[in-house]
């Protein structure tokens, strides 16, 4: 055998198993997301949210109120979205376990969360808006969250 076919047979060789992995990450890759969207499947990034409700604002369809005032939810789970572990997704289940009213592209949900002032430790009230982040269900909101570092001109700042 001369040095050029033996080369060429080792450069298909490598060429075939690198098409083989491919194919396979592809369809593995595909059933884990059509796991996830039917829900049964778990993603592998799945972290055990911290127990307790959310406040959230009804959500506007055909300028009809989806519920007055703010509704109570529970993260059923959170998934880090990259590998910096900068962005989230939180799923978010009605208190109430009524169904959840669909929504068009584009529409958010308002947060009112308390959370505990740096300075005094006392508890204070934040409004927050996140778009939603997924297709329309009716048994789970997504919204997934980037976490910022704090401003260049304020290091000191939270994030």
């Known amino acids: 055998m001369k040095t050029g076919t033996l080369a060429l047979t080792i450069?298909?060789?490598?060429?075939?198993?690198?098409?083989?992995?491919?194919?396979?990450?592809?369809?593995?890759?595909?059933?884990?997301?059509?796991?996830?969207?039917?829900?049964?499947?778990?993603?592998?990034?799945?972290?055990?949210?911290?127990?307790?409700?959310?406040?959230?604002?009804p959500v506007v369809s055909e300028k009809v109120l989806a519920w007055e005032g703010f509704k109570d939810f529970v993260v059923q789970r959170r998934v880090m979205e990259d590998g910096a572990e900068s962005a989230c997704s939180f799923y978010l289940v009605p208190m109430d376990g009524q169904p959840l009213p669909l929504f068009k592209p584009g529409q958010f949900l308002t947060f009112r969360l308390q959370i505990p002032d740096p300075?005094?430790?006392?508890?204070?009230?934040?409004?927050?808006?996140?778009?939603?982040?997924?297709?329309?269900?009716?048994?789970?909101?997504?919204?997934?969250?980037?976490?910022?570092?704090?401003?260049?001109?304020?290091?000191?700042?939270?994030?």
């Not at 829900?39 to 949210?49: D, F, N, Q, V, Y």
């Not at 976490?147 to 001109?153: G, H, Q, S």
């Open 11 to 57: 450069f298909v060789a490598i060429l075939a198993q690198l098409v083989v992995f491919a194919l396979f990450r592809y369809y593995r890759h595909k059933r884990e997301y059509r796991d996830l969207e039917s829900g049964t499947g778990e993603p592998r990034s799945a972290i055990k949210p911290p127990p307790g409700p959310l406040k959230v604002s």
């Open 119 to 159: 300075a005094t430790g006392e508890l204070k009230d934040i409004v927050r808006c996140y778009s939603l982040s997924n297709r329309p269900r009716s048994d789970y909101y997504r919204v997934t969250i980037k976490r910022m570092p704090p401003p260049v001109d304020q290091p000191n700042a939270p994030p």
